[in-house]
């Protein structure tokens, strides 16, 4: 099976290409733009593999992405490809519209065009499979059920607005077309390589450094936390197994207020460096304005993947997030890069 990822560069993406590579026989196809989240350090254990090809490609340019379709020929696209940090799409909405939107209708348009030059066989195997996320829902309030597949779009924030936009054009090609798609919507992802302009890895970064750890409002935001081997086992389950047309939620039943993530975070970290007293580092820990239409709380009901496709999260958050902190502990080479990459963006 050859299959072509977008945003295979990226966090969640990488992470899928890795376990691919090194657990199946797959032919792996990565199209990234290389933005400034992307590194493919995060693949450099696997890109010489001769199942691994990678384009520097732009979703947003139907040509060489409608090239890339010709001449690689893919069974099928998984398209992680998007901007998906909250702050930025606040202060620059325009890069969510056009990843998010117009580079989804690119994708759909070529990959609607390939699907019917197919023949028959290889047609009825065919894979759109599009990852998404809960932040398409709103948010919560504290006595509220989870999210589930069947819980209308509310989205807050230019980003969710955008992912909530694709979703919609996933499932109109679906439904218009007869496009054979699969769609995800998952919760927080956390894990190694994670750019450092996320919650978790941002505070490890101003841990070790002795920065103030910036937590919005009173910290009592609440998330539900899904680590990315976790997403990855479920992506790839969906795609074995899951009905076309159908929409899969993806969470780690770790629901946790962001200021009990930085707690736990910061004691985790101060075991590790021997810290404690005035030097620990829950002293760096502090409150600043929330930002705006800030989502109160999320949380994903996973009945449906669970019973219908027997996927359940593995790992614990506190397992979890241990061997995160530990893993970027062991690797800050690599993260002083994105360090310099995210102050040179900004």
Same mark, same amino acid.
């Given at each position: 099976?050859?299959?072509?990822?977008?945003?295979?560069?990226?966090?969640?993406?990488?992470?899928?290409?890795?376990?691919?590579?090194?657990?199946?026989?797959?032919?792996?196809?990565?199209?990234?733009?290389?933005?400034?989240?992307?590194?493919?350090?995060?693949?450099?254990?696997?890109?010489?593999?001769?199942?691994?090809?990678?384009?520097?490609?732009?979703?947003?340019?139907?040509?060489?992405?409608?090239?890339?379709?010709?001449?690689?020929?893919?069974?099928?696209?998984?398209?992680?490809?998007?901007?998906?940090?909250?702050?930025?799409?606040?202060?620059?909405?325009?890069?969510?519209?056009?990843?998010?939107?117009?580079?989804?209708?690119?994708?759909?348009?070529?990959?609607?065009?390939?699907?019917?030059?197919?023949?028959?066989?290889?047609?009825?195997?065919?894979?759109?499979?599009?990852?998404?996320?809960?932040?398409?829902?709103?948010?919560?309030?504290?006595?509220?059920?989870?999210?589930?597949?069947?819980?209308?779009?509310?989205?807050?924030?230019?980003?969710?607005?955008?992912?909530?936009?694709?979703?919609?054009?996933?499932?109109?090609?679906?439904?218009?077309?007869?496009?054979?798609?699969?769609?995800?919507?998952?919760?927080?992802?956390?894990?190694?390589?994670?750019?450092?302009?996320?919650?978790?890895?941002?505070?490890?970064?101003?841990?070790?450094?002795?920065?103030?750890?910036?937590?919005?409002?009173?910290?009592?935001?609440?998330?539900?936390?899904?680590?990315?081997?976790?997403?990855?086992?479920?992506?790839?389950?969906?795609?074995?197994?899951?009905? @076309?047309?159908? +929409?899969?939620?993806?969470?780690? !039943? *770790?629901?946790?207020?962001? =200021?009990?993530?930085? #707690?736990? %975070?910061?004691?985790?970290?101060?075991?590790?460096?021997?810290?404690?007293?005035?030097?620990?580092?829950?002293?760096?820990?502090?409150?600043?304005?929330?930002?705006?239409?800030?989502?109160?709380?999320?949380? @994903?009901?996973? +009945?449906?993947?669970?019973?219908? !496709? *027997?996927?359940?999260?593995? =790992?614990?958050?506190? #397992?979890? %997030?241990?061997?995160?902190?530990?893993?970027?502990?062991?690797?800050?080479?690599?993260?002083?890069?994105?360090?310099?990459?995210?102050?040179?963006?900004?």
């Amino acid at each position: 099976m050859k299959i072509l990822i977008t945003g295979g560069a990226g966090f969640i993406g990488s992470a899928l290409i890795r376990f691919l590579i090194n657990n199946t026989q797959c032919q792996i196809v990565n199209i990234d733009k290389l933005n400034y989240a992307s590194n493919l350090y995060t693949l450099n254990t696997i890109d010489q593999n001769p199942r691994y090809q990678f384009y520097q490609i732009d979703i947003c340019d139907y040509n060489q992405l409608s090239t890339i379709f010709n001449m690689t020929k893919p069974d099928v696209v998984m398209h992680l490809a998007a901007e998906s940090h909250v702050d930025r799409s606040i202060e620059t909405p325009r890069q969510f519209i056009d990843s998010n939107i117009i580079g989804t209708y690119n994708l759909l348009e070529i990959s609607l065009q390939y699907w019917n030059s197919l023949e028959d066989s290889r047609k009825n195997q065919f894979r759109f499979q599009h990852i998404s996320t809960d932040e398409v829902y709103g948010d919560l309030d504290a006595d509220e059920p989870p999210f589930t597949e069947n819980t209308p779009y509310k989205p807050s924030s230019p980003y969710s607005a955008s992912k909530a936009a694709s979703d919609h054009l996933v499932r109109a090609w679906h439904r218009t077309y007869g496009l054979p798609v699969l769609i995800s919507n998952c919760s927080n992802n956390y894990g190694p390589y994670q750019y450092p302009e996320k919650l978790i890895p941002l505070s490890i970064l101003n841990a070790l450094q002795h920065k103030p750890i910036q937590i919005y409002g009173d910290g009592s935001q609440i998330r539900d936390w899904l680590h990315v081997d976790d997403h990855v086992q479920a992506l790839l389950r969906i795609l074995e197994l899951g009905k @076309i047309g159908e +929409t899969y939620n993806i969470g780690g !039943l *770790n629901e946790r207020k962001n =200021i009990d993530v930085i #707690s736990e %975070l910061c004691s985790i970290m101060d075991s590790l460096l021997n810290r404690s007293g005035e030097n620990s580092s829950k002293n760096l820990i502090q409150y600043i304005k929330d930002r705006p239409g800030h989502d109160k709380r999320y949380a @994903i009901n996973s +009945t449906k993947i669970s019973k219908t !496709l *027997n996927w359940q999260p593995r =790992i614990s958050f506190s #397992s979890g %997030l241990r061997n995160t902190i530990e893993w970027y502990l062991n690797h800050q080479d690599w993260f002083g890069d994105k360090l310099k990459q995210k102050e040179e963006a900004l």
